[in-house]
């Protein structure tokens, strides 16, 4: 056949499409728990931990393997999340002193 350059069907490069992204599991992981301490405002504070540290974990995931997983954007909102209701929580408490 012409423009084959005399390769067989068996050596006829073939392109791969590049496997499709999927959201990385600690970055969903971090915004599930980024929204459930926002709904118990704030009063678990483990939980704001647990978010960001999952958002931490995700972001490190996303930039190991670009190619393969997505999910930066709720990362941040993770962290974002976390430190908002850490510190209205922080705000809005009784102070111990009085």
């Known amino acids: 056949m012409p423009g084959d350059a005399g390769l067989s069907d ?13 959201y990385a599991g600690f970055a969903v992981a971090a915004i599930i728990t980024a ?7 704030g009063r ?3 939980l704001n931990i647990a978010a960001a540290v999952l958002a931490l974990i995700g972001l490190r995931q996303i930039r ?4 393969r ?3 930066r954007a709720f990362c941040w909102l993770a962290v974002a999340l976390a430190i908002i209701v850490a510190t209205l929580a922080a705000l809005v408490e009784p102070s111990l002193a009085t």
Not at 10 to 22: D, G, L, S
Not at 64 to 67: G, I, T, V, Y
């Open 10 to 22: 068996a050596e006829t490069p073939v392109e791969p499409h590049p496997p499709r992204k999927r």
């Open 35 to 41: 929204f459930v301490a926002l709904f118990f405002e």
């Open 44 to 46: 678990i504070p483990p």
């Open 64 to 67: 190991r393997d670009p190619l």
């Open 69 to 71: 997983y997505k999910g």
